[in-house]
């Protein structure tokens, strides 16, 4: 029975398949109502199979397929979607803020010795530095080697979306990495500045007498098993979030925006997979990963990444994720936030692409020399603005006055940001998992009690 239903929806998916690629020849014109019917039947089988796998993963990618479907063929519906992926996000949001004191707090304070977690702060940002350099050099050479910028037309800037261009000093994004008040922090989402003041609390944790840091250090790891619960509550609606999100974002733009800008997406996704397969993969199989456990562990977060388009959708389940990997929780406390600020691979390869595309785009040819200058630019602000609502794109803008370019060629990309937005999340998160468990395994804690190694 079980193979019989495995092999019908193989079949309305082989049908829907087919009908549309018969379409898309133009040798036969197939009628609009077969095609959205095939793909309607093919989406029900799938949800068929969705029910009988019960898994919240399964159902994620199943609601990322009902959701462009939505957007697709009811886009005035699709766009009145959006308040339900708000929705998710919000509770996400209030999960952030928490989770990461205490589980900082606790990576930090629940160590024996402080100098562990000084050992293990410098080999994290060493790596994080190697890695993401490693990762605006690999959207440099994409970019000056398919020229995206060139010959594009460019659409005009939607009036609803203005951004402002901030130029920021060094002084201010040194100043903008510590808080005036952790309360105004939390409020603001300025993840990087909650980021610190746990980690100098739990220092201060950790140099008072244990009888007095017992009881907060309970209180902060209660705190974050709460948390982890929490979250999976909220993750109880996801496929609803994700799906919604999905629905807005393809009925919003319309899936012939790609038509323009397909060699800048390509551009992007193709430098985004051999950034995966030449930078993080080598690195997976020298420090010994196990890769097959790995990938199976991070497939639900990186899909809630790149479905939502925000790392703090994927943070909490990535962490709890790697957990049950073999990954020690005051390794996971302590690196994953960390990174989540200081490690973001997908982002730095996203702004040099994106910097030199504007350049590209405005005919304006810039020197070897002076695209490095931007690169290394850009390693400093993009930390420097973590969790600010559409930070990538107000980075450019800073970027652009910063280096005198015209920022009119910005505004496309807030036309395919969502679909681009998609691919740095997602490697923001493979890169930040991967990067747990290598320090895991420079400390020699990762599965002590059951070891397992690459063959």
Not at 158 to 163: C, D, H, N, Q, S
Not at 265 to 276: E, G, H, Q, S
Not at 411 to 418: C, N, Q, S
Request: aromatic content about 8%; proline content about 4%.
């Amino acid at each position: 029975m079980s193979n019989k239903i495995n092999i019908a929806i193989l079949g309305f998916l082989g049908v829907a398949a087919a009908l549309f690629l018969v379409h898309l020849s133009g040798f036969v014109a197939v009628p609009a109502a077969v095609l959205v019917a095939s793909r309607w039947l093919a989406i029900c089988s799938l949800v068929v199979h969705g029910i009988r796998k019960k898994s919240l993963t399964t159902w994620i990618l199943i609601s990322m397929v009902i959701g462009a479907e939505i957007g697709h063929d009811v886009p005035n519906i699709a766009v009145n979607l959006r308040v339900l992926s708000l929705v998710f996000l919000r509770m996400i949001k209030t999960i952030i803020a928490p989770l990461l004191f205490a589980t900082l707090v606790v990576g930090v304070a629940g160590h024996a010795n402080l100098k562990q977690v000084g050992r293990m702060g410098v080999k994290a940002l060493i790596y994080f530095e190697i890695v993401t350099t490693i990762a605006l050099f690999i959207g440099l050479a994409a970019i000056n080697l398919t020229q995206a910028g060139k010959g594009i037309h460019l659409p005009p800037a939607p009036v609803a979306e203005k951004l402002e261009a901030v130029k920021q000093s060094a002084s201010d994004v040194i100043i903008h990495i510590f808080p005036e008040n952790v309360a105004k922090a939390v409020a603001e989402g300025q993840i990087l500045q909650v980021v610190v003041f746990a980690l100098i609390f739990g220092v201060a944790l950790a140099m008072v007498p244990e009888p007095r840091r017992k009881p907060i250090l309970n209180i902060t790891e209660c705190l974050a098993d709460v948390m982890f619960k929490f979250t999976n509550i909220v993750m109880l609606f996801a496929p609803i979030g994700v799906g919604a999100a999905i629905a807005y974002t393809v009925g919003h733009m319309g899936l012939g925006i790609l038509l323009n800008l397909f060699k800048l997406l390509a551009t992007l996704y193709i430098a985004m997979i051999a950034f995966l397969i030449l930078v993080l993969f080598p690195i997976a199989l020298i420090t010994r990963v196990p890769i097959r456990e790995f990938v199976r562990a991070i497939i639900e977060p990186v899909s809630l990444a790149f479905a939502t388009t925000s790392s703090e959708a994927a943070l909490p389940r990535a962490m709890e994720a790697l957990e049950k990997l073999g990954v020690p929780r005051k390794i996971v406390a302590f690196i994953m936030p960390t990174g989540y600020s200081f490690n973001l691979d997908g982002t730095a390869l996203y702004l040099s692409l994106a910097s030199i595309f504007v350049a590209q785009a405005a005919g304006i040819e810039l020197s070897f020399g002076r695209q490095l200058v931007i690169i290394f630019t850009l390693m400093l602000t993009s930390k420097g603005v973590a969790g600010v609502p559409r930070a990538s794109l107000v980075i450019l803008l800073g970027t652009a006055a910063s280096f005198n370019l015209p920022i009119e060629p910005i505004f496309i990309i807030l036309g395919i940001d969502e679909l681009m937005d998609m691919a740095r999340t997602s490697v923001n998160v493979i890169g930040n998992c991967l990067a747990t468990v290598v320090i895991a395994r420079w400390e020699g804690e990762f599965r002590k009690s059951n070891e397992i190694t690459v063959t």
